[in-house]
């Protein structure tokens, strides 16, 4: 159970943070800033609840759970230290990717196949959807360039790599089931 009583430390005041496992790094590291981009994409999920429907509602909400799993798997390095630990860490797992794929699958079954790509827009929703969508992607762009220098998750990744299909799909319904989609069109302003 997490008890905070008390908001400011002052810990940080130097420019280091605590990670998961207890070790202090510099704010800006890597892994720091690929678990902050996380937040980052659950605070811009946190928007587009604000314009969703019931069902789509549950599922961000779904997704914001997962969003503070992985951001607390991100933050404890050493995944090989694991057993040794007080606790056991907490891990994203192929079930979180697999459930994003399903509901991808079954969205995506409602959709006519694309012709064009899609700008971000149309409905408020489906706008902070892209919006969702372009954050998760640089959260797995970072956590890409993490795994080349520290271990991490592979979980983890597929996650965040499905994560932004998932909004991209989720957009798409948003927009009246594509049919208000605004795509691109190639050159139309060119003279």
């Known amino acids: 159970m997490v008890v905070l009583n008390k908001i400011y430390t002052k810990t940080g005041d130097k420019g280091e943070t605590a990670l998961g496992n207890g070790s202090r790094v510099a704010k800006h590291s890597m892994r720091v800033s690929a678990y902050g981009t996380v937040d980052e994409t659950n605070a811009t999920v946190g928007l587009a609840r604000q314009h969703a429907t019931a069902e789509t509602d549950k599922a961000l909400a779904r997704i914001q759970n997962d969003l503070f ?19 056991t860490p907490l891990r994203m797992t192929d079930a979180q990717v697999a459930r994003l794929e399903a509901e991808i699958d079954v969205m995506n079954d409602m959709l006519e196949p694309l012709r064009s790509f899609i700008l971000p827009g149309g409905t408020p929703l489906a706008a902070y959807l892209h919006l969702c969508r372009t954050v998760s992607r640089r959260a797995e762009r970072l956590s890409v ?43 139309a302003n060119r003279e």
Do not use: H, Q
């Open 145 to 187: 360039e993490l795994a080349t220098i520290e271990t991490v998750n592979p979980a983890a990744v597929k996650y965040l790599n499905r994560l932004s299909d998932w909004f991209f799909v989720a957009s798409r319904i948003a927009n009246n089931g594509g049919k208000d989609d605004v795509l691109w069109v190639p050159g």
């Open 69 to 87: 799993d992985l951001g607390a798997d991100l933050c404890r390095p050493d995944m090989e230290s694991d057993a040794e630990a007080e606790y």
